[in-house]
């Protein structure tokens, strides 16, 4: 199975990003947070940012939409060139539509649910999305417990998955450690979000291969 690690840039130091980033060299993806104080209930970046970090990241974006309407802002982070772009299915009433248009501009399209949202909805939609992010937190802040209540419902994404022979990959973010990176993987789950783990460290670069080997026993 492949294990990616996308540290968040929510815990890097925000004066610093382009340092920042080499000190993830070895990570899968950098996971970057878009957070609109409507949708969640605090304030990131937005678009020219992370036109700017797409200009200089060595490593390939993952950018999270915590936002209100995203059919207005998220085709723009695809056209920035994301490699990924993940929205809340709470946000919008066409998850369908909204992932053709962005698979349309190049960009993989992610479904995000927030731990009170049910999956099953979505389940017979699978195909056409690239990602499903399965919240281990309450969406808007970094820092926070894992939840582990959230895990049946990614066994049942990893089962729908498996069933139709897709190529979807699995997502946590919120909480994910050392401690618990490993409970996400037994779920199902392959694309692990780490911030205060990953930047927390005093070797962030270590830090990514710990929680690789975590992942993959
Ligand atoms: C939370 C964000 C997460 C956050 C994770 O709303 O979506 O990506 O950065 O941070 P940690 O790993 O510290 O829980
Ligand atoms: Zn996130």
Redesign the pocket.
């Known amino acids: 199975m492949t294990t990616r690690i996308n540290p968040?840039i929510?815990?890097a130091d925000f004066a610093n990003f382009e340092r920042e980033l080499g000190r993830i060299a070895s990570a899968d993806l950098v996971?970057v947070?878009i957070?609109d104080n409507h949708f969640?209930p605090n304030l990131t970046f937005g678009l020219p940012m992370v036109e700017r970090l797409q200009q200089v990241s060595p490593i390939p974006l993952d950018v999270?939409l915590?936002i209100d309407d995203p059919e207005r802002w998220a085709p723009g982070y695809a056209e920035a060139g994301a490699f990924s772009v993940t929205f809340h299915v709470e946000a919008t009433a066409d998850p369908v539509g909204l992932a053709r248009r962005l698979r349309a501009i190049g960009a993989r399209a992610g479904i995000a649910l927030k731990p009170g949202t049910e999956v099953e909805p979505y389940l017979e939609l699978l195909p056409e999305f690239d990602q499903v992010l399965v919240?281990t937190?309450?969406?808007?802040?970094?820092?926070?417990s894992f939840r582990p209540e959230t895990m049946p419902k990614l066994e049942r994404v990893a089962d729908s998955v498996r069933a139709a022979g897709l190529d979807v990959w699995l997502q946590v973010?919120?909480?994910?450690s050392l401690e618990t990176i490993g409970i996400a993987a037994a779920a199902g789950a392959n694309t692990f979000?780490?911030?205060?783990?990953v930047f927390g460290a005093d070797s962030p670069a270590e830090q990514i291969e710990a929680l690789r080997r975590a992942a993959s026993v």
């Open positions: 968040s929510l815990a996971h947070d957070m969640v999270h915590m919240m937190v309450e969406p808007g802040f970094g820092g926070q973010d919120g909480g994910i979000v780490a911030g205060s783990a």
